[in-house]
């Protein structure tokens, strides 16, 4: 089965950076659409940001201007670059890949990596 693995959360300051990845695996034909959620606390799940295969993005308005989000098609990875961060991008984010395999497309998603912006 195709695995998504997300890494680079952890415990950043208000202002600070953080550099999240998504690596794609197993036997995968194409990979389409990539992109991210976060789910907070008691909230439900919110898109940050989406990038076609092409590298068309697109942003939800509260990370607008400080999150970017890109891929590396060759090596099956997505990143999603997080700067000024604020309490409130606190939460877990996930990665998701819309993927062709074996004529089969859907959708995949990771496992979560924490992010914590607290001072």
């Known amino acids: 089965q195709v695995q998504l693995v997300e890494s680079g959360g952890n415990l950043v300051q208000p202002g600070g950076s953080l550099r999240l990845s998504c690596v794609a695996s197993?036997?995968?034909?194409?990979?389409?659409?990539m992109g991210w959620y976060r789910q907070a606390p008691g909230k439900e799940r919110e898109l940050v940001a989406t990038?076609?295969?092409?590298?068309?993005?697109n942003y939800a308005v509260p990370v607008k201007g400080r999150f970017t989000i890109s891929r590396d098609n060759a090596k099956n990875l997505g990143y999603l670059e997080m700067n000024s961060l604020k309490a409130e991008d606190t939460a877990v984010y996930y990665c998701?890949?819309?993927?062709?395999?074996?004529?089969?497309?859907?959708?995949?998603w990771g496992q979560g990596t924490q992010v914590t912006v607290s001072s």
């Open positions: 998701y890949a819309d993927i062709s395999r074996n004529s089969y497309r859907r959708e995949y």
């Open positions: 197993g036997s995968i034909d194409s990979i389409n659409a």
């Open positions: 990038i076609t295969s092409g590298g068309k993005t």
